[in-house]
C-alpha cells in the first residue's frame, strides 16, 4: 500500500487531443479528494499548460496515472523503470488486459484508495544490455528483419552455452504480462503475468521443429547477429534499436519490478474470457 495518496502524476496517451475533453473532470475529481494533480511534460502540451519532464514527475508524485490504454500504461511502466512508483490506469480505449478502470468508475476507485481498498500487482520486466547500455521492457523484446525479404539469423545462448539458432522472421522474448500480446499471436503460450519466467517465441520459424520455450527467470540469454543484414531490436513495441551483424545483446530478468494499482476484486481470468472468448462455443 501507498504510505500516502496526496499527489499523483498524470500522462496523456501521446497527441491524443481526444482526452483532452476528460481533463477537468478528472481535476475536479482529484481535487474532492485533496490530490494535486502535476502533468507530465509532453502531456500539459496538449492542454497548452506547463508541465514536468518524467524524471521530475516520478520524483515529486506518490503514483502516476496513465490515461488512454494499455499501450500507454506499458510505456509509462517502462519509462518509470527504476522509480519504484504504482501505475494507475484509466482506460479510454478498447478492453484490455493491463487498465481495468474506466473514466465512469474513476471517482469511485479514488475514494476506495483513499481507504487502501485497492492491490498492487508487481510485474517482472526485461533488461535488455547492448553495448553496455540497459535498456527495460515491460511486454515483450522482439528482434525481427527490417523489410520483408530474407531471414533473420540469430544465435541463442543461456550462460553462454548454446541454447538455440533461430531462422526466420525473428523471435520474440516475453514477460508473463507479455505473453498475450504479440507472443500469443505467433502461438506462444499464455502465462499467469504475476508469475515470473522468460518466453522464448520464434516468428514464422524456417524449421517446422522451433516451438516456444519458457525459461527460468533467472537465465541470462545472449542473441548474435548471425546474418548478413542488420535487424531490429524492439522494446514494447515502441523503442526500436538496431543489431548490426556480428553483433549480441543480452536479455534477462530487470532487477525491479513495474508496479500496477488495481481494484482489488480485479480477476485476471475474467479479461481473458472477455478478451479471448474462453469458453465460448456455438450451441
Same mark, same amino acid.
Given at each position: 500500500?501507498?504510505?500516502?495518496?496526496?499527489?499523483?502524476?498524470?500522462? &496523456?496517451?501521446?497527441?491524443?487531443?481526444?482526452?483532452?475533453?476528460?481533463?477537468?473532470?478528472?481535476? @475536479?475529481?482529484?481535487?474532492?479528494?485533496?490530490?494535486?494533480?502535476?502533468?507530465?511534460?509532453?502531456?500539459?502540451?496538449?492542454?497548452?499548460?506547463?508541465?514536468?519532464?518524467? %524524471?521530475?514527475?516520478?520524483?515529486?508524485? /506518490?503514483?502516476?496515472?496513465?490515461?488512454?490504454?494499455?499501450?500507454?500504461?506499458?510505456? !509509462?511502466?517502462? $519509462?518509470? *523503470?527504476?522509480?519504484?512508483?504504482?501505475?494507475?490506469?484509466?482506460?479510454?480505449?478498447?478492453?484490455?488486459?493491463?487498465?481495468?478502470?474506466?473514466?465512469?468508475?474513476?471517482?469511485?476507485?479514488?475514494?476506495?484508495?483513499?481507504?487502501?481498498?485497492?492491490? =498492487?500487482?508487481?510485474?517482472?520486466?526485461?533488461?535488455?544490455?547492448?553495448?553496455?547500455?540497459?535498456?527495460?521492457?515491460?511486454?515483450?523484446?522482439?528482434?525481427?528483419?527490417?523489410?520483408?525479404?530474407?531471414?533473420?539469423?540469430?544465435?541463442?545462448?543461456?550462460?553462454? $552455452?548454446? &541454447?538455440?539458432?533461430?531462422?526466420? /522472421? #525473428?523471435? =520474440?522474448?516475453? !514477460?508473463?504480462?507479455?505473453?498475450?500480446? *504479440?507472443?500469443?499471436?505467433?502461438?506462444?503460450?499464455?502465462? *499467469?503475468?504475476?508469475?515470473?519466467?522468460?518466453?522464448? !517465441?520464434?516468428?514464422?520459424?524456417?524449421?517446422?521443429?522451433?516451438?516456444?520455450?519458457?525459461?527460468?527467470?533467472?537465465?541470462?540469454?545472449?542473441?548474435?547477429?548471425?546474418?548478413?543484414?542488420?535487424?531490429?531490436? =524492439?522494446?514494447? #513495441?515502441?523503442?526500436?534499436? @538496431?543489431?548490426?551483424?556480428?553483433?549480441?545483446? &543480452?536479455?534477462?530478468?530487470?532487477?525491479?519490478?513495474?508496479?500496477?494499482?488495481?481494484?482489488?476484486?480485479?480477476?485476471?481470468?475474467?479479461?481473458?474470457?472477455?478478451?479471448?472468448?474462453?469458453?465460448? *462455443? %456455438?450451441?
Amino acid at each position: 500500500m501507498l504510505d500516502k495518496i496526496k499527489t499523483v502524476g498524470v500522462v &496523456f496517451k501521446p497527441d491524443d487531443t481526444t482526452l483532452i475533453k476528460n481533463y477537468n473532470q478528472i481535476l @475536479e475529481i482529484l481535487k474532492r479528494y485533496d490530490i494535486e494533480l502535476l502533468l507530465e511534460k509532453n502531456s500539459a502540451k496538449l492542454l497548452n499548460k506547463t508541465g514536468l519532464d518524467f %524524471d521530475r514527475l516520478c520524483k515529486n508524485c /506518490d503514483f502516476l496515472l496513465s490515461i488512454g490504454g494499455d499501450g500507454t500504461i506499458i510505456s !509509462t511502466a517502462r $519509462k518509470a *523503470y527504476g522509480y519504484d512508483i504504482p501505475i494507475l490506469g484509466i482506460n479510454f480505449g478498447k478492453l484490455g488486459f493491463l487498465v481495468d478502470i474506466v473514466q465512469d468508475e474513476f471517482e469511485s476507485f479514488i475514494k476506495d484508495m483513499k481507504i487502501k481498498n485497492y492491490k =498492487i500487482d508487481k510485474r517482472m520486466m526485461l533488461q535488455l544490455t547492448q553495448n553496455k547500455e540497459r535498456f527495460y521492457s515491460f511486454n515483450d523484446i522482439v528482434i525481427c528483419k527490417k523489410s520483408m525479404k530474407g531471414l533473420v539469423d540469430i544465435s541463442a545462448k543461456i550462460q553462454s $552455452k548454446k &541454447f538455440n539458432h533461430y531462422r526466420g /522472421d #525473428g523471435v =520474440i522474448i516475453s !514477460t508473463p504480462t507479455g505473453s498475450t500480446a *504479440y507472443n500469443l499471436s505467433c502461438g506462444g503460450p499464455v502465462v *499467469y503475468p504475476l508469475g515470473c519466467g522468460i518466453i522464448v !517465441t520464434p516468428i514464422s520459424a524456417h524449421s517446422l521443429t522451433q516451438r516456444p520455450v519458457v525459461l527460468p527467470q533467472s537465465f541470462e540469454l545472449e542473441f548474435e547477429n548471425c546474418g548478413k543484414e542488420d535487424v531490429l531490436v =524492439i522494446l514494447d #513495441g515502441q523503442e526500436v534499436k @538496431e543489431l548490426n551483424i556480428g553483433e549480441t545483446i &543480452f536479455i534477462s530478468q530487470a532487477p525491479k519490478k513495474a508496479r500496477l494499482i488495481h481494484k482489488t476484486e480485479k480477476n485476471y481470468f475474467d479479461s481473458l474470457n472477455k478478451k479471448l472468448r474462453w469458453g465460448d *462455443y %456455438d450451441r
